[in-house]
C-alpha cells in the first residue's frame, strides 16, 4: 500500500489549521486541550529525540529533514521531475522511517515496559539515593585502591561551592563508578596526579590542585594528599577520602581535621552521615518547618 504524503498544502492549511483556529474562537474552552495536546507532542517529540540522539538514527534524521527541505524547495522553484521523484520517495517514507527506526522504536517500548520508565521520561532517582549509591562506589573505589597501595584524593563538594578548585583539573561530567575511579588514580596515567572532585552527583574534574595545609601542629608524617585534603576540608565544608600511596591506609579530611586509618565499615558510615544524613535531616526539617509557619499564618 503507497500512502500519498503528496497533499495539497493550501487545502490542508484552509480545511484543518484555518477550521482548529475557528474552532477555539468559537469554544475558548478548547485552548485548555490545545495546550495540553501540543505540551505532550512536544515532550513526546523531545524523548524521541533524547533516544536516537547520539546514535546512528540521529544522522538519518538529518538525512530526513534534508529531503523533505529539497522536495520542499523543488515545488517552490516548479522543478517538476526533481519533485515528482522526491514526492515519490516521500510517499513511502513512513514505513522507511518504521525500518531505520526499528531498533529505536524497541527499545523505548521495552522501557515503558517495564521498571525503567521513570528513566524513559528523564525522571532521576531521588537525590539522596543517588548520593548514597555515589558513596557506595567511592567506597569500593577506596578499598580497592588501598589494597594496591594506590595513592587517591577525592573531594566530596557539599554546599559551598568549589568551582576554582575544579577549573583547575580536567573536566569529566562523567557517572560515578568504581572502575573509572580506580582507573583513574593508577600510577603513570595523566590523570592520577591531583584530586578528584564530585559535584552534583558527578565527578566533575580530575587531575584538580588543591591547597596545602600549612598548620605547624599537623604532623609532620602526614604527606602532600593529606595535607591538601586537610587544606580544602577548612576552606570548605568539603569532605575528602585520602588513599595513602606509602601505606595503603584510609583517611578522611572535613572541617580542617584527620580521622586516619578507618575501615571500609568506618568509611562508609562518616560519609553517609556527613553527606546524606545531616544534610537531608535538615532540608526535611526546613521544609516542615515552612509549612507549620504557612499553616500558622492562614489559621
Known amino acids: 500500500m503507497v500512502i500519498n504524503l503528496g497533499m495539497n498544502w493550501e487545502s490542508f492549511y484552509k480545511e484543518n489549521i484555518m477550521s482548529y483556529i475557528k474552532s477555539l474562537q468559537e469554544n475558548p474552552f478548547e485552548l485548555v486541550t490545545f495546550i495540553l495536546d501540543l505540551a505532550i507532542v512536544i515532550f513526546l517529540v523531545y524523548c524521541f529525540f533524547k533516544i536516537v540522539r547520539?546514535?546512528?538514527?540521529?544522522?538519518?534524521?538529518?538525512?530526513?529533514?534534508?529531503?523533505?527541505?529539497?522536495?520542499c524547495i523543488s515545488g517552490v522553484l516548479n522543478l517538476k521531475i526533481l519533485n515528482w521523484i522526491l514526492t515519490g520517495i516521500m510517499n513511502l517514507g513512513v514505513i522507511a522511517i518504521i525500518v531505520?527506526?526499528?531498533?529505536?522504536?524497541?527499545r523505548g517500548l521495552e522501557q515503558l515496559g517495564t521498571n525503567k520508565l521513570t528513566k524513559f521520561f528523564g525522571?532521576?532517582?531521588?537525590?539522596?539515593?543517588?548520593?548514597?549509591?555515589?558513596?557506595?562506589?567511592?567506597?569500593?573505589?577506596?578499598?580497592?585502591?588501598?589494597?594496591?597501595?594506590?595513592?587517591?584524593?577525592?573531594?566530596?563538594?557539599?554546599?559551598?561551592?568549589?568551582?576554582?578548585?575544579?577549573?583547575?583539573?580536567?573536566?569529566?561530567?562523567?557517572?560515578v563508578?568504581?572502575?573509572?575511579?580506580?582507573?583513574?588514580?593508577?600510577?603513570?596515567?595523566?590523570?592520577?596526579?591531583?584530586?578528584?572532585?564530585?559535584?552534583?552527583?558527578?565527578?566533575?574534574?580530575?587531575?584538580?590542585?588543591?591547597?596545602?595545609?600549612?598548620?605547624?601542629?599537623?604532623?609532620?608524617?602526614?604527606?602532600?594528599?593529606?595535607?591538601?585534603?586537610?587544606?580544602?576540608?577548612?576552606?570548605?565544608?568539603?569532605?575528602?577520602?585520602?588513599?595513602?600511596?606509602?601505606?595503603?591506609?584510609?583517611?578522611?579530611?572535613?572541617?580542617?581535621?584527620?580521622?586516619?586509618?578507618?575501615?571500609?565499615?568506618v568509611l562508609k558510615k562518616i560519609l553517609i552521615s556527613n553527606i546524606v544524613t545531616k544534610r537531608f535531616t535538615v532540608e526535611k526539617k526546613e521544609r516542615l518547618k515552612n509549612i507549620k509557619i504557612k499553616k500558622d499564618k492562614k489559621q
Open 54 to 71: 547520539g546514535s546512528r538514527a540521529w544522522q538519518l534524521i538529518k538525512g530526513i529533514a534534508l529531503l523533505i527541505v529539497a522536495t
Open 100 to 106: 531505520i527506526f526499528q531498533p529505536e522504536l524497541r
Open 123 to 175: 525522571i532521576d532517582k531521588d537525590i539522596s539515593t543517588k548520593t548514597k549509591e555515589d558513596i557506595y562506589k567511592v567506597v569500593i573505589a577506596a578499598t580497592e585502591l588501598s589494597k594496591t597501595k594506590t595513592g587517591a584524593l577525592i573531594v566530596f563538594e557539599r554546599d559551598i561551592k568549589i568551582q576554582d578548585i575544579i577549573d583547575t583539573g580536567i573536566p569529566m561530567n562523567a557517572e
Open 177 to 265: 563508578s568504581p572502575q573509572l575511579l580506580v582507573n583513574i588514580f593508577e600510577p603513570k596515567t595523566p590523570l592520577h596526579d591531583g584530586a578528584v572532585v564530585i559535584s552534583g552527583n558527578k565527578i566533575a574534574s580530575a587531575a584538580c590542585v588543591l591547597p596545602l595545609a600549612d598548620d605547624k601542629d599537623i604532623a609532620k608524617e602526614l604527606g602532600t594528599r593529606h595535607r591538601a585534603a586537610i587544606g580544602i576540608s577548612k576552606e570548605s565544608d568539603s569532605i575528602v577520602v585520602i588513599v595513602s600511596e606509602e601505606t595503603g591506609k584510609m583517611s578522611v579530611a572535613k572541617d580542617g581535621t584527620l580521622i586516619a586509618d578507618v575501615r571500609e565499615d
